[in-house]
Nanobody
């Protein structure tokens, strides 16, 4: 099983990024996909979840209205669209695929918001 994140980078405040999480080796459509982030010096926190059917839940109030999770099961890929980025959004972003006790993580992608 492999989850590969991409799309991170350096962006100015107010900018946008779209992260991708490409999955292989699992029945992707059966898994919920969770997006986490870890800011420097802080614990990893849950940002958004996306069920196997594509229903999303926001767990972080600070990203409400700015971040959107989605998925394309035909492409075995999940997405995190991030708009109106602020320096507080800086961190390593991880995707996680979970189904009961099956739990897989990507390697993370760095997002840096700075002018």
């Amino acid at each position: 099983v492999q989850l590969v994140e991409s799309g991170g980078g350096l962006v100015q405040p107010g900018g946008s990024l779209r992260l991708s999480c490409a999955a292989s080796g699992l029945t992707f459509s059966s898994y919920a996909v969770n997006w986490y982030r870890q800011a420097p010096g802080k614990e990893r926190e849950l940002v958004l979840t996306c069920t196997s059917a594509g229903l999303t839940t926001n767990y972080l109030g600070s990203v409400k209205g700015r971040f959107t999770a989605s998925r394309d099961n035909a492409k075995n890929t999940a997405y995190l669209q991030m708009n109106s980025l602020t320096p507080e959004d800086t961190g390593v972003y991880y995707c996680n695929a979970r189904l009961t006790y099956y739990d897989y993580w990507g390697q993370g992608t760095q997002v840096t918001v700075s002018s």
